[in-house]
């Protein structure tokens, strides 16, 4: 077996059970993973200096495929109406299967952090077939100083095969795709995708089920700091902008994903940042567009010019869900550090198709509980196949593949940290107003960021606040440098008619969801639910 790079010479790949590999490349950095990579024809290099890769089939995650070994430590702690299981003796199967798949191959192996606080800091490392899943992992998690290296051991084991066929009748999975977690001894294994994000989400997925029992919030959210030291949360799904937003010229950058929040600080899990790249644009976001044109940047499924090798970022004939990975590092005003003091705002974001929520409002401490357990967002049409109107989304705490502990627990977390450090809470529209999608319009960014801007720095609770009729949220009476027709979304439909009947709609789709939730939670959050017209 070749072996190659920096590593702590009593903790090789025999460690984990391989046995007859080529070779194994330790710790790479980028100029050898990219040399690797193109030579192994798995990817291509963008103008500007981005290596770009394709996913195959899988251009996003595969919740179904997704399995905790139920065993003595799992079975009463996990969410199992939330998780899909498999038995010790299925992922031993699995294993063993994928360390035979192995053999004769060569493996890139980094050796990472997850977790900016280092009480809380998990040692990941991860085994990859393919070079470029190598340099995806590296920015994205923390790299160790090179001196750590050499004593390293992990906490954390993930196996990275995506050529490796999974078997539902030996491995207790769903396809030949799978993506099985053993929290128990601290190994994941992933086999027959190549979507790189399965990695990162697999370590966030690890530090949800460990990070609570310490009494540390884990949450699917970005983070940045104002001038004045004052720390903002974003919340959010998929597309709603947490990476945009959160990306502000004007504070600085603590992460754009994930983060824990814990009796210290608030602190990043990660090294990097993962942002949609879907009509990515200089004008809109410079920041993360500037980072498309540097040598480490990874983009994926991106299409490229067959002549030049410049991106089009306009085209989503691959996938909606393009992608581009970078290091944190790559954007000029990021915390260094990865950590901050504990947050005076949190940001709940929702992208609205419907296009009746405000695009800014004030929540109290229950309506906070009660949309944080919610997690709602909306596909819009032609996203999917079969998506031809609006389709409400509701992914509690915001990200409910990831959260392995009953939702109670991590909103019980949550509302206890708000109450201890005084926090304000907002919900940020960033879908459609004037109508739904189709209709409507998108919310124009440089509103939203007036509007952030204004609640972040206290400008927008000066002028006061009016409840809502339909969904009971306070909205602002005026916000600097905004047309105060917009604030209130009836006001920018053409027919008051259709705002109700649609309002009306997803206050329905609401309270048919939280139904799950109520004996879990006093009788505040359940009155904080919208009701069911004007007259409520």
Not at 172 to 183: K, Q
Not at 205 to 218: E, H, I, R, S
Not at 469 to 477: K, T
Not at 482 to 500: C, G, K, M, N, Y
């Amino acid at each position: 077996m070749r072996k190659a790079g920096p590593v702590n010479p009593e903790f090789p790949a025999e460690t984990f059970g391989f046995e007859g590999l080529e070779s194994v490349f330790y710790n790479l950095e980028a100029p050898r993973l990219y040399e690797e990579a193109i030579a192994r024809r798995e990817a291509k290099i963008a103008k500007g200096g981005a290596l770009v890769a394709e996913t195959g089939v899988h251009t996003g995650r595969s919740p179904s495929d997704k399995f905790i070994v139920r065993d003595a430590l799992t079975d009463p702690s996990v969410w199992w109406d939330n998780c899909q299981s498999m038995t010790p003796e299925q992922f031993d199967r699995l294993r063993a299967d994928m360390i035979a798949h192995a053999r004769g191959m060569d493996l890139f192996a980094q050796d990472l952090y997850g977790g900016a606080e280092p009480a809380h800091r998990l040692n990941v490392r991860v085994y990859s077939e393919l070079a470029w899943h190598s340099l995806f992992i590296r920015n994205l998690l923390i790299r160790p100083p090179a001196d750590e290296l050499m004593r390293f051991r992990a906490d954390l084991t993930i196996v990275d095969l995506p050529s490796f066929s999974a078997d539902p009748a030996r491995h207790g999975c769903r396809s030949g795709t799978v993506i099985a977690i053993d929290f128990s001894r601290g190994i994941v294994l992933i086999g027959g995708t190549s979507y790189a994000g399965e990695i990162k989400k697999a370590v966030f997925t690890y530090l949800n089920f460990l990070l609570p029992a310490k009494g540390v919030m884990p949450m699917h959210c970005a983070a940045n700091i104002g001038p004045a030291g004052d720390t903002a949360l974003f919340f959010g799904l998929s597309g709603t902008g947490k990476t945009t937003l959160s990306a502000d010229p004007r504070r600085s950058l603590i992460g754009d994903d994930e983060h824990g929040w814990g009796e210290e600080s608030v602190f990043n899990f990660e090294g990097g940042c993962y942002a949609k790249a879907i009509r990515l644009s200089r004008e809109a976001e410079p920041e993360i567009h500037a980072t498309s044109e540097r040598f480490g940047t990874i983009m994926e499924n991106v299409a490229l010019d067959p002549l030049t090798r410049a991106p089009n970022f306009d085209d989503d004939s691959r996938t909606e869900n393009t992608r581009i990975a970078y290091p944190l590092d790559f954007i000029a005003n990021a915390v260094a550090t990865g950590r901050a003091g504990h947050p005076k705002n949190i940001v709940m974001l929702t992208c609205d198709a419907f296009g009746v929520l405000p695009p800014i409002a004030k929540l109290d401490p229950a309506q906070a509980m009660y949309h944080f357990l919610s997690g709602y967002t909306a596909k819009v049409a032609g996203t999917e196949k079969g998506v031809s109107e609006p389709q409400a989304t509701f992914s509690t705490c915001f990200g409910a593949p990831f959260m392995p502990r009953s939702a109670s627990e991590y909103g019980a977390l949550l509302r206890a940290q708000i109450a201890k450090h005084q926090v304000d809470c907002w919900l940020v529209n960033t879908g459609w107003t004037g109508g739904k999608y189709g209709v409507g319009r998108r919310m124009p960014i440089e509103v939203t960021r007036k509007l952030l801007n204004s609640a972040l720095d206290g400008a927008l609770s000066h002028g006061g606040f009016r409840p809502d009729p339909y969904f009971g949220l306070l909205i602002p009476h005026a916000a600097p440098g905004v047309d105060p027709r917009i604030l209130d979304p009836s006001q920018t439909w053409a027919s008051q008619t259709e705002f109700a009947d649609a309002a009306q709609k997803l206050i329905k789709m609401f309270r048919e969801n939280f139904v799950k939730y109520e004996r879990q939670v006093d009788s505040l959050v359940i009155e904080a639910q919208p009701g069911l017209g004007v007259a409520a």
